[in-house]
């Protein structure tokens, strides 16, 4: 059993297929000649796991929440920083398999690939194992620390930017990249045409929020600055 397995506390029947859930494209495509595929589509099954499981947990345990504020809150749930934090605690970082550039660059600590990674082993542990070993997996790891209420962060900013004196600000799609079926973006969000925070996440609205989430960050850490200055 390797040491993921004994942290996550399941024991692939399939190697197979946990060695596929750690291995980045950039390994793959470096290592063709003994390695049969990367993980991505693994990635694309874990992504809709994930989100079923989350729904269910969601339904059961909030049933006076509308359908809107469970939708809000099971997108916090499964964000990329969430996703990417339970990549660390579990150590997943250091079980990937990468390619050399991906290693050299901080591939480990990048949290859109780390975030992909944790949705690669939970379909590699639902198609080993079935739904149960994942749901256990995703309740005991992700559904944790649950907020009260979603955390609409845009709105958030929007507050904050609108006491006196208010002050303009606009969100700026940055980049889109990766494949059709996982798709990443990445927004700016700039104050009177000035970078204030930046974000990503798996749809723009996801990466629109991230990005008010760390202008609000930063906005308050300058707040403290100058109450302490």
Known sequence: MTKLEQTIGYAFQNDMLRRTAMTHSSYYNENRAVC???????????????????????????PDKSEGELTKLRAALVCEARLAGTAADIGLNEALLLGRGEEVTGGRRRASLTADAVEALLAAI????????????????????????????????????QRD???????????????DHAKRFTVEVRMEGK??????????KEAEQAAAQAAIRLLEADGHAKKRG
């Open 36 to 62: 049969k595929t990367s993980n991505e589509r693994l990635e694309f099954l874990g992504d809709s796991v994930l989100g079923f499981l989350t729904a269910e947990y969601l339904y059961d345990a909030y």
């Open 126 to 161: 639902f198609l080993d194992g079935g739904m149960e070993p994942a749901r256990r997996f995703v309740r005991r790891f992700l559904l944790v620390n649950i907020p009260e209420r979603s955390s609409d962060y845009k709105t958030a900013l929007q507050e904050l930017l």
């Open 195 to 204: 970078p204030l925070g930046r974000g990503v996440g798996g749809s723009k």
């Open 165 to 179: 004196p208010p002050r303009n600000y606009a969100y700026h799609l940055v980049e889109t990249a990766g494949p």
